[in-house]
């Protein structure tokens, strides 16, 4: 391909990803919206360019984009949830995405996603999250194999875990990458449970799923497909969750439980993720990337759970194991 063919398919590339994160945002919104049969979801679009609304100065004036934050609050099965779509680009590829291709350090680039975090009222009813994002750099020698790629994945926080619930989790997840190789559902795994660790605590943020980043192995077409069916896939995992906890009795006890785990998820999302440190690093919108912390949480100095108690049984959720064996 000569190198003044490369901008159109690149734009075609961009054009094609869009047009699924668009119907996915929808469809997601839509589902969830449907569940909690309450509340609704708030949409607050907006642009960035050389300054941000409201004239204040944007963090990076190379970094230029549009969003659409939408978050629903308040609701009858779901105290928060968000679900974002972005498309960004700037002039320079932040530390957080070249540490791995240092030789696209520098490079301009254009990112679009979905990312989405459901955190549920019923302590029963775990947390959630998802994403799949798409990736383009120009390093300073076109043709570069390593200028586009994918990741994302799905991944769950239960509080009270439920073996059921887990195994139904995994299989969704093994059948939605299935077509694409016996190998990926393992791997993918595999490196989500190692990816949601945190080391400080020595334990996973929860029971896994799938994760995987760097995608252009077989081409683009593959790699859009298997993305595809990550997105597709998330409802199926988590909907019939949803349906089976929602309405399960708690009181003050199991809230507070709750409340102190989600604790967990702050410490990874503002220490570990990547996600996370892109969006800062990047000049991106701070309402937006912190929209994945929780609405209510709390800390407690050396907080150790009854032996026995439920509260307990957690613990032996949160290290890798293989959840489908047998």
């Not at 254009?110 to 120009?138: C, D, I, K």
């Not at 660790?197 to 334990?203: A, G, I, Q, T, V």
């Not at 409802?235 to 309405?247: F, H, I, N, S």
């Not at 800390?299 to 194991?321: C, H, M, N, V």
Request: hydrophobic share 35%.
């Amino acid at each position: 391909m000569t190198a003044e063919h490369e901008p159109a398919v690149a734009s075609q590339r961009i054009q094609a990803v869009r047009d699924y994160l668009d119907a996915l945002q929808q469809r997601i919104c839509g589902a969830l919206e449907a569940a909690d049969g309450s509340a609704r979801f708030v949409e607050d679009a907006w642009t960035r360019g050389e300054a941000e609304a409201g004239g204040r100065p944007a963090a990076s004036s190379a970094l230029v984009g549009l969003g659409r934050t939408r978050v629903l609050k308040d609701g009858a099965v779901f105290e928060q949830a968000g679900v974002n779509f972005s498309q960004v680009s700037g002039s320079r590829l932040p530390p957080a995405a070249s540490a791995h291709r240092p030789e696209l350090a520098g490079a301009p680039w254009s990112a679009l996603g979905v990312s989405l975090v459901v955190h549920p009222r019923n302590p029963y009813l775990p947390t959630t999250h998802m994403n799949v994002r798409y990736f383009e750099a120009r390093p300073d020698h076109e043709g570069n194999d390593r200028s586009w790629w994918f990741g994302g994945g799905f991944d769950l926080t239960p509080y009270y875990p439920f073996d059921a619930d887990v195994v139904h989790w995994h299989t969704v997840a093994r059948d939605a990458v299935a077509p694409f190789g016996d190998d990926v559902y393992p791997r993918w795994k595999q490196w989500c449970d190692e990816y949601f660790f945190l080391k400080h605590r020595n334990e996973t943020r929860g029971v896994g799923g799938l994760f995987y980043d760097d995608l252009n192995a077989g081409g683009f077409e593959r790699c859009f497909g298997l993305t595809r069916s990550v997105g597709n896939a998330f409802l199926d995992a988590y909907l019939p969750l949803v349906e089976r906890r929602k309405g399960m009795p708690h009181g003050e006890r199991e809230r507070e439980f709750q409340l102190y785990r989600r604790g967990r998820y702050v410490e990874f999302n503002l220490v570990h993720d990547r996600g996370t440190l892109f969006g800062l690093q990047s000049g991106g919108r701070t309402e937006s990337i912190l929209m994945s912390l929780p609405p209510r949480v709390r800390f407690e100095y050396g907080y150790t759970p009854q032996e026995g108690s439920a509260e307990a049984k957690l613990a032996d959720y949160l290290k890798p194991r293989d959840w489908l064996a047998g």
